[in-house]
């Protein structure tokens, strides 16, 4: 139902045993592949000075051969590996913005992958091209790396350069960055993206999430803190918290849809987050009807809490085609729609002739919610309930999510009545912000509800921007 895509995943180590850093690194995207699953990219310190790197679009088996990954490791085992995968929105589609991205620069070469979306880019990126920049991306990571490089020849160190560039970066940014003799992790001030610490072996791991370090069998040690940045190197890990300013805007769909149930974000289980969120809405919206199900897979540890606070049994309503994407990742509507119904298939047998409860995390634009409702009527329910573990939707957001208009929010324009109608259900609940609290109130973090309240925790400057370059030839032609 939900048709909200989360723009990247990162992840870095640094090589403090004889670890074959690209099969290292090549484990963790895999855990971290429903963060984005259009283009994913691996890049490895050789050693020398220089960064080894593939990147292409695809998944990550896709990618990543066997061939390709030997490629990377018979090149040496190296110092320090960072990898990146990627939603890519329609507008951002060239090879060029695929990350991670590899710049050289005076002091040598670093290598860059970030998670975010600055909101003020385009007034840093028309300052520095004033002053003799040139992009060849519309990625944030380009720019970024740019700054730290520019920086980085007036100090003594790279994490110098971080430090004193951070405080001109507004809106969210998780980020991974190796220079010749250091990886080094960093999180915005306001903590919107997730970013944790891990070891394997003598060997230190930063991580969008959690389940990326316990697929590499290695073991989570902490989250990185909201400004905080880490860095890692022969001498071993140090940090830095110049930036740490003790408030935070975590990004509550983490919990809701992002995050994968097996991670633990700053502290919270996201697994446990969203059986309270069901739990919740069974409180607020009860119903009578014969089964609960989820919408595979964000929806169904909600559909377990929503059964278990009902008594409701719960059942497997759907199968997940697990060999394709998440359905935004099409760039039409007519292809979303057709992916639903490859990518779900209603078990008749679980629904036919009964009152059916569905539990999803949210409601976009509508159609996908309808046409999964169209299936469990198909499939012969009787009644169908929608659920949702999320306030309505309507506000844009700026700090990496790709739902950057309010014409794309069903909430905007229709009342809860009306979308019940038009995605043809019998009645449709959504959680209450009270409710919303609850499950976030397990973080060790406060939240960003921007996208529900309104409230935007910073300053939006480029507001509205999708295509960074297209809006810059705009603004040029004027």
């Known amino acids: 139902m939900s048709a909200l895509e989360h723009e990247c995943g990162v992840i870095g180590i640094f090589n403090s045993d004889d670890l074959d850093l690209a099969h290292e690194i090549y484990l963790g995207l895999f855990a971290l592949q429903h963060r984005g699953q259009l283009s994913c990219g691996i890049a490895v310190n050789n050693g020398k000075g220089q960064c080894d790197f593939i990147k292409d679009f695809g998944l990550v088996p896709e990618v990543f051969t066997l061939e390709k990954l030997r490629s990377l490791s018979e090149k040496g085992r190296g110092i320090a590996a960072i990898g990146h995968v990627r939603y890519t929105p329609s507008d951002f589609s060239e090879l060029s913005n695929n990350q991670p991205l590899v710049m050289r620069y005076a002091r040598g070469s670093i290598s860059i992958a970030c998670n975010g979306s600055l909101t003020n880019y385009l007034q840093l990126q028309n300052e520095l091209e004033k002053k003799g920049a040139i992009f060849q991306t519309a990625s944030d990571a380009e720019l970024i790396g740019y700054m730290i490089a520019r920086q980085r020849i007036k100090t003594e160190c790279i994490e110098d350069a971080i430090e004193q560039i951070m405080p001109r970066l507004e809106g969210a940014y998780s980020f991974t960055v190796i220079s010749p003799k250091k990886l080094v992790a960093v999180r915005d001030p306001n903590g919107f993206r997730p970013l944790c610490l891990g070891k394997i072996k003598n060997s230190y791991i930063t991580a969008s999430e959690s389940c990326a370090i316990q697929s590499m069998g ?16 022969k001498n071993g890990l140090r940090s830095h918290r110049k930036n740490c300013k003790g408030t935070s805007s975590l990004c509550v769909f983490e919990y809701i849809y992002f995050a994968r149930p097996d991670s633990i974000v700053d502290g919270a289980s996201v697994h446990l987050c969203r059986r309270e969120a069901g739990a919740v809405l069974s409180r607020e919206y009860p119903v009578n009807a014969d089964v609960v199900i989820g919408v595979p897979d964000s929806g169904l540890d909600a559909a377990i809490g929503y059964a278990n606070e009902s008594g409701i049994p719960y059942e497997i309503g759907f199968i997940k085609n697990r060999y394709i994407g998440r359905t935004f990742i099409q760039d039409k509507q007519q292809e979303r729609e057709k992916s639903v119904q490859i990518k779900l298939n209603p078990i008749r047998c679980a629904v036919e002739n009964k009152r059916v409860v569905l539990v999803d995390d949210s409601i976009v634009r509508g159609t996908t919610s309808a046409n999964i409702v169209n299936l469990l009527r198909g499939a012969g329910a009787k009644d169908v309930h929608v659920r949702i573990s999320s306030p309505p939707f309507l506000n844009p957001c700026y700090y990496g999510t790709d739902i950057s208009s309010r014409d794309y929010l069903i909430a905007c324009k229709l009342s809860n009545e009306e979308i019940c109608r038009q995605i043809g259900a019998d009645s449709l609940g959504y959680l209450s ?25 910073t300053q939006i400057v480029d507001a509205g921007i999708n295509d960074k370059f297209s809006s810059k030839l705009k603004s040029i032609k004027k």
């Open 218 to 233: 290695g073991t989570f040690i902490r989250d990185i803190e909201p400004g905080e940045v880490v860095v890692i190197d």
């Open 433 to 457: 912000f009270n409710g919303l609290n609850k499950i976030a109130g397990h973080s060790n973090l406060k939240v960003c509800d921007a996208c529900f309240s309104g409230n935007y925790p």
